[in-house]
Structure formats: C-alpha cells, structure tokens
C-alpha cells in the first residue's frame, strides 16, 4: 500500500513539474539546407533544447538534409496543422501558411531578410501579411526594423539578433 502512494505521489509531481514547464515552439521555414540563417536556426534550437525544458518542432516546405545536425525534429508543413504552442515564420510564404492554419497558436514572424528587396514581390501581397493583426514582427536588427516599418506601415514587436535565443524568449514567451 505505500508503494502504491509513493508511485502516485512521484507520478503526480512528474506531471505537475511538465504541465508547469510545457511550452511548444515551432518554426516554419522553407528549409533548413545550406544558408547562413539555416545554420544560426539550427545552432540556437539545438542549444535551446539542450538547457530548456521546451519542445521545439521546426516545420519545412521542403526536407532537405539540414546544414547540421539538428537536435529537435523537423518535418513537412503540412504536419502543423495538429500543432499547439507558439509559431514562428521565417519569411513571407511561410507566414502565409501560419495565417491560414486554424490551431491553437500564438504567431511571430522572424524577419532574418527583406524578401522583398531582393526579388519582386507583389506590395499589396506582402502588405497584407504583414499587418495582419494575427501576426506579432520580430526583425533581425534595427535597420531592418524602420525599413519593414516604413514600407508596410505596421509595428515590430522586437529585434533578435541572429536567432538569439534569450532574446528570442524574452519576445515569444511573455
């Protein structure tokens, strides 16, 4: 019979210590092959999951092999569906798929480059992600912050520099 206490007693202060430190974190990028963000991406979340009681889940347009090792799962987008906790999108095409997905979420965008500065894009397009009201921006320095506020008219939330990540926490978690 106290065996059987015990056992309940440790189980329950298992479950109460995970349902208090329980935090989802996904990523949404296009992929996370050979590039510099991909290698700052992987390099943060791979410390992250190793020092933090979260689970991080990085969601892919397309599975390629990553850049490094990557210690969290990653998987094809269409899996977020199911998923529940806080998002982060990479760039304007996966904001878009974070707006459309209907879960339980709490939406960033990591703005790492000005997409639109480098190819055409269509302004009324890329205008309507970006001030969306679903969809907090965080820039990756301050230049980028007056350049995306300036174009879209909108706010950012904050600046992290290169996947920092308790800079990163400070903005997604509070």
Request: glycine share 2%; aromatic share 12%.
């Amino acid at each position: 019979m106290y065996i059987l206490i015990y056992v309940v007693r440790v189980h329950l202060g298992v479950q109460q210590k995970m349902n208090k430190q329980s935090k989802n974190l996904a990523v949404l990028t296009e992929d996370l092959g050979l590039s510099q963000r991909s290698f700052y991406l992987i390099d943060n979340l791979n410390k992250f999951c190793r020092d933090r009681s979260a689970a991080v889940t990085c969601y892919t347009t397309s599975v390629i092999p990553p850049v490094m090792k990557a210690l969290f799962p990653f998987m094809n987008q269409y899996y977020f569906s199911s998923f529940n906790g806080t998002a982060i999108a990479t760039s304007i095409d996966t904001a878009k798929a974070l707006i459309k997905t209907k879960n339980n979420t709490k939406r960033f965008l990591y703005l790492w480059d000005l997409e639109w500065i480098r190819k055409p894009v269509d302004f009324d397009d890329t205008c309507s992600v970006l001030r969306n009201p679903d969809i907090n921006i965080i820039t990756r320095s301050e230049s980028h912050k007056k350049m995306v506020e300036n174009y879209a008219n909108t706010t950012v939330c904050g600046i992290v520099d290169d996947w920092d990540m308790a800079q990163l926490e400070e903005l997604i978690w509070n």
